[in-house]
């Protein structure tokens, strides 16, 4: 790479000013006959220790380069073993193990609970220090501490944008932070005990909490009034979480139950009973892990459709069959199965009135049409 006039000129004088600055006088009065250089004490200043400071920045911006290049590589053999067409990795492998990358210390209390910015490489802490820290996760570095709360911070949650924070704490309140000029921008009451969980909605209208006081709440995010309560634990609920879309919220509690409630109409849409013990966390799978839990738990999704048809004299056309008609996402098969109780059955199953078969993208599923003909004359 060739230098022009100026550039030359600008690299001379840092490397005169380094020669001077360091006391090589002899160098420095060698270097400036030998490159003709005007003396200009007012200019000389403008680059005292500039080839210090460039050289520091040619060795930082190389580390950034090696670091972004071994990412890169990772990334990519990431890609090859976990891929779809790759070979998959080993489950144990998914497992985080020493050494960390950074060991972030500033909290006084023990840490409650720790989410990543959605768009930025920040991640925010709570503790019952009653405080909330920022920290940027690239570089290991502490940014700022949210006060506010007067007792342990339980959970904190980030909008979609990351433009809001909430947080809820054993002082029984529910703040909301603006997260880009860190203040308070609103405080909610309401429940009678510890809040325990906080979560903003999908739309980032709306926010839900649940307490120790046995509810779920919900409260509109630019009024900051509580505007749905849900009831039926029977204990400290501990965790709630929304779905994808917000029209279902999950709730897990010390009365050993999952709930499912449908957001519009806030009924309990299901109530789950495996665990023996507190449920304190809750949290929907990803779409994108259907297909590994199926996989795992030897799943297999089908729907079944029976008609029983019983004393009856039936005729079936051919135009009578049902269409199968494409479903996103799956890939339907139709199997028609008819199946004489006794001999009383007269039946042509020519092989047109089958069903057509469509095809659709994704995973496999079984739709089976059974006719149990008992007692009965058809023709079809």
């Known amino acids: 790479m060739v230098l022009s006039q100026r550039q030359r000129d600008e690299l001379n004088r840092a490397i005169a000013d380094y020669l001077r ?4 006088e002899e160098a420095y009065s060698v270097f400036k006959k030998e490159s003709e250089m005007d003396v200009n004490e007012e200019l000389d200043k403008k680059y005292a220790g500039l080839l210090e400071k460039k050289w520091t920045s040619v060795i930082r911006l190389q580390k950034k380069v090696m670091e972004l290049e071994s990412k890169l590589n990772e990334a990519k053999e990431e890609i090859t073993l976990g891929g779809p067409i790759g070979q998959k990795r080993d489950p144990k492998e998914w497992i985080p193990r020493p050494p960390e990358k950074y060991a972030l210390s500033g909290h006084r209390s ?31 570095d502490f940014e700022r501490t949210l006060k506010g709360h007067t007792d342990s911070v339980q959970d904190i949650s980030f909008d979609q944008t990351g433009k809001l924070l909430a947080s809820c704490s054993a002082d029984m309140t529910i703040k909301l932070w603006d997260f880009q000029g860190f203040e308070c921008i609103r405080t909610m009451h309401g429940h009678d005990h510890n809040v325990s969980s906080v979560a903003i909605m999908p739309n980032g209208d709306h926010i839900v909490s649940a307490s120790r006081d046995k509810t779920i709440k919900m409260w509109e995010v630019a009024t900051g009034y509580c505007v749905k309560t849900f009831t039926g634990h029977r204990e400290w609920v501990r965790m709630v979480r929304p779905n994808q879309d917000g029209s279902l919220l999950a709730s897990s509690s010390n009365d050993q139950t999952v709930r ?121």
């Open 260 to 380: 499912v409630w449908a957001v519009a109409s806030k009924e309990c849409k299901a109530e789950l009973r495996e665990h023996e013990h507190v449920v304190e966390c809750i949290c929907w799978a990803p779409e994108s892990s259907y297909p590994t839990i199926l996989e795992a738990t030897g799943s297999e999704v089908s729907l079944s459709l029976s008609l029983s048809l019983s004393h009856t004299h039936t005729h079936r056309p051919k135009s009578s069959y049902p269409t199968i008609l494409e479903a996103t996402g799956s890939e339907v098969s139709l199997s028609l199965s008819l199946s004489p109780t006794h001999t009383h059955t007269h039946t042509h199953r020519p092989k047109s009135s089958y069903p057509t078969i469509l095809e659709a993208t994704g995973s496999e599923v079984s739709l089976s049409l059974s006719l149990s003909l008992s007692h009965s004359h058809t023709h079809t």
């Open 110 to 140: 023990p840490v409650t609970r720790v989410i990543f910015h959605p768009v930025f490489s920040v991640m925010v802490s709570a503790s019952e220090d009653a405080t909330i820290k920022v920290w940027d996760y690239e570089a290991g």
């Open 21 to 24: 600055s360091n006391g090589y």
